[in-house]
Nanobody
Framework: QVQLVESGGGLVQPGGSLRLSCAGS????????MGWFRQAPGKEREFVAL????????RYADSVKGRFTTSRDNAKNTVYLQMNSLKPEDTAVYYC??????????????????WGQGTQVTVSS
């Protein structure tokens, strides 16, 4: 079993930066593909980014490509989402999630079996 706790959300002005962290527990964390998803009010949860277990493969949604970077430190059981050049449309609750079974780089939320509680990111002047 994997437990995930996100942190680092908050209020930031357009053009600003935030770094989200997701701390995991459990022996399978280092073998899991880790994904980031977000959900804005009235919208469905959407894929943001992922990084595979070794950190060698990452994928990004087109809407964040070139602005967001995800990475992981398996020694610390932590995955990160660096968000730069933030826009108001990035406002959402951000979730990290673990795919502990496939070993693949999958973007579907249904592929992930463990989820954090979410952290609010608000981009506003």
């Amino acid at each position: 079993q994997v437990q995930l706790v996100e942190s680092g959300g908050g209020l930031v002005q357009p053009g600003g930066s935030l770094r989200l962290s997701c701390a995991g527990s459990g022996r399978t964390f280092s073998r899991a593909t880790m994904g980031w998803f977000r959900q804005a009010p009235g919208k469905e949860r959407e894929f943001v980014a992922l990084v595979t277990a070794s950190g060698s493969i990452s994928r990004y949604a087109d809407s964040v490509k070139g602005r967001f970077t995800t990475s992981r430190d398996n020694a610390k059981n932590t995955v990160y989402l660096q968000m730069n050049s933030l826009k108001p449309e990035d406002t959402a609750v951000y979730y990290c999630a673990a795919d502990t079974t496939s070993g693949l780089a999958r973007q579907l939320a249904s592929a992930y079996d463990y989820w954090g509680q979410g952290t609010q990111v608000t981009v506003s002047s």
